[in-house]
């Protein structure tokens, strides 16, 4: 699994090096925001059910999509959320490149669900965290930026 760690590392042996000093800063500045990440994961954890279900909701309350397909986008949402959590406590993308990017599109495609109802919801997801009420505003960052990478990936 990919983190900030595992990143300098690998690259280092494939460079055929040892991590230089700015390699070691980078690893330096990932820890430096673990409170950040921990204070995200443990507000997304406590309220993971409740975002999936404002954002399904938000998406589904307008009437654009198949309905019969919101069960299922609720529960895809859900398990990107998970990963992003995941992520937030790795220090990483690794969770949602290896679990949820990679294959996710295929089975979003196969099963016929609306690729642009995920986007409209991470977005939403991403536009309604609330600094100071949601978290401060380093997990705010933090979490934000895992949506963004999120909705670039499945864009």
């Not at 990932?30 to 909701?57: H, I």
């Not at 198949?66 to 690794?94: E, F, M, S």
């Not at 409209?120 to 380093?138: K, L, W, Y």
């Amino acid at each position: 699994m990919k983190s900030a760690v595992t990143t300098v590392v690998t690259s280092a042996d494939a460079a055929g090096r040892f991590p230089t000093v700015s390699d070691i800063e980078a690893v330096k500045g990932s820890f430096d925001r673990a409170p950040a990440r921990m204070e995200a994961a443990e507000k997304l954890a406590a309220g993971l059910d409740q975002v999936t279900a404002d954002a399904v909701n938000a998406v589904y309350g307008k009437g654009v999509y198949d309905q019969a397909k919101k069960d299922k986008c609720a529960r895809d949402i859900n398990h990107y959320l998970r990963l992003i959590n995941y992520c937030l406590v790795a220090g990483g993308t690794g969770p949602l490149d290896e679990w949820g990017i990679a294959g996710m599109r295929e089975v979003i495609r196969a099963q016929q669900l609306p690729t642009a109802a995920y986007l409209e919801a991470f977005t939403h997801i991403r536009d309604r965290v609330c600094v100071p009420r949601d978290m401060s505003q380093q997990a705010a960052a933090e979490f934000k930026g895992l949506l963004d990478y999120l909705i670039n990936a499945l864009s």
